[in-house]
């Protein structure tokens, strides 16, 4: 049925509640039976402008393409308009969009970049299909519900080694296949890692994001690179490959920022540490199978990885965002684990925690900008369909004017982080800490304040739908709401623009006047 054709004046022809159809973008709907169950009511269908008439323009004024890609509207369709072509069709799995500025310029045709290869572009492509077909239908569900990701969907990311690649390049991925062989592990760098967090940012479900295994990113690494070699051979492989979760457990409702004010602690006892104290906002900590513990212990602090056990309990910590990140408060009481579950040295624990900090500012960058280059690409789809006065929203100076500035943050953005992405490639882990934890730390701030304002000037141009959970804005709500969030974690903007400023006056030469 949905093979036939009908001219424009046979679709008139049905106007009635009864026996009404429409014609949306060449395609002709029987709603006779749907008008009643219309979520808006049945006499939105019936008007004079709707009922047998060509509604494309108020369809896509009041709904998203994907409703029409649902099985139980997509049945609806009953044939085509004699003549007429589709001219608003769904990207293709893995397909770049072609909206302005909706994607990074390397990403299109026409455009140059030095820092990717024609190799980084097939890898983008296979890992934007994967997160599109396996990912984004979970996201959405568990967005929802709260509950933290499936297992068959971490089963057939790690398959590709997601999780692993998620790390950075280094040892950890050797002997591993990436993504079915498109890339080689000696040859994966920096930008093939910020093309995952791109994917994942640009979900539009902030709290899946995290949930997706945030937790491993920022508590494996302290395993890897300080944890005894036989600690290693047990919980990287079963971790990587999705068999446990872990997540780091160092902020505390005594101390967020100021990680030196921690007040959980560790005595030993023979071949054991004791650990008691509580951990508060840890993500993933709710499914988590390890922790990996920051805890006073005498001399100085101390990192230790703590097994599940019964005297751990973590439950919800309930905030602005869904539950499916798994963010948890987190009680130790007499916990123990084997002093061999050590992580660097007894009382220098506070080098563990800090090593770890420029790889985590830089993956909430990635995230961070993604997701806000995505709102970009919402809010000129947007204002181009939207109909106000008789003219598209952007018809008007000030509409544009909202536009050209988040563009323009975006695009900013864009090359900073490239430019820093770029020296991490090409400098040592103790070069980093040196010459761009700074700049790490201003690029975290400049993002998540450009996140804010980009939050603000996109719900403005949405209006009641940019502050509606469901339908045409609900990835703007979802920003909206949740943006704030990458201005917190990971050590909050304030400080880190401060740690940059410090890190300059510095580095300032002795002779310098004006």
Avoid at 298 to 322: C, F, H
Avoid at 374 to 383: D, G, I, M, Q
Wanted: with cysteine.
């Amino acid at each position: 049925m949905a093979g036939k054709t009908f001219t424009v004046e046979e679709v008139a022809q049905h106007n009635k509640a009864g026996d009404l159809w429409i014609i949306i973008d060449s395609k002709v709907y029987d709603i006779s039976r749907f008008v009643n169950l219309h979520p808006g009511g049945a006499g939105v269908l019936l008007t004079k402008n709707i009922a047998g008439k060509d509604a494309t323009e108020a369809f896509f004024g009041l709904h998203r393409l994907e409703v029409l890609q649902k099985p139980k509207y997509a049945r609806l369709q009953i044939g085509t308009i004699q003549g007429q072509q589709e001219i608003v069709k769904p990207l293709a799995a893995g397909e770049a969009s072609q909206v302005p500025y909706a994607e990074p310029a390397w990403l299109l045709s026409g455009f140059h970049s030095p820092y990717y290869s024609d190799g980084h572009r097939a890898f983008q492509k296979a890992v934007r299909k994967l997160f599109e077909e396996v990912v984004y239908p979970d996201a959405v569900k568990h967005e929802e519900d709260g509950k933290r990701i499936s297992q068959d969907v971490v089963d057939k990311l790690c398959e590709m080694n997601i999780p692993a690649m998620r790390i950075g390049p280094g040892k950890h991925l050797k002997g591993r296949t990436l993504m079915g062989g498109i890339v080689k592990p000696e040859e994966f760098d920096h930008f093939h890692e910020l093309i995952i967090n791109f994917e994942i940012g640009r979900l539009g479900t902030r709290a899946y994001v995290d949930g997706l295994l945030a937790g491993q990113v920022i508590g494996l690494p302290p395993v890897l690179n300080y944890g005894s070699p036989e600690l290693q051979a047990k919980v990287v492989p079963e971790v990587l490959d999705g068999k446990k979760f872990i997540c780091l457990a160092i902020s505390e409702a005594f101390a967020g920022s100021d990680v030196g004010g921690l007040q959980t602690y560790a005595e030993r006892d023979g071949d054991e540490w004791v650990i008691t104290g509580t951990k508060k906002w840890i993500t993933n900590g709710t499914f988590a199978d390890y922790f990996t513990v920051a805890a006073r212990t005498e001399g100085g602090y101390t990192v230790i990885l703590v097994p599940r056990q019964d005297a751990i309990s973590t439950k919800a910590v309930k905030t602005a965002y869904s539950s499916t990140a798994g963010t948890s408060y987190v009680t130790f009481d007499g916990a123990r684990a084997p002093v061999a579950n050590t992580l660097g040295k007894v009382g220098r624990g506070m080098q563990v925690v800090l090593s770890n900090f420029n790889h985590e500012r830089w993956m909430i960058v990635c995230t961070s900008l993604s997701a806000q280059r995505r709102v970009v690409e919402e809010t000129l789809k947007w204002t181009a369909q939207r109909v106000a006065f008789g003219q598209p929203l952007h018809a008007q100076p000030v509409v544009r004017a909202r536009l050209a500035n988040m563009i323009a943050r975006v695009e900013a953005g864009q090359n900073w982080l490239e430019f820093v992405t770029h020296q991490m490639n090409n400098m040592s882990y103790d070069e980093q800490s040196d010459k761009i934890a700074g700049t790490i730390g201003l690029l975290k701030q400049y993002i998540t304040r450009t996140g804010r304002e980009t939050a603000e000037d996109a719900t403005l141009l949405f209006g009641g739908r940019g502050i509606t959970a469901t339908g045409m804005g609900k990835l703007i709500e979802n920003y909206h709401r949740t943006s704030p969030y990458d201005a917190i974690l990971g050590g909050s903007e304030d400080v880190l623009g401060d740690l940059g400023v410090r890190q300059a006056i510095k580095k300032m030469p002795k002779n310098a006047r004006l």
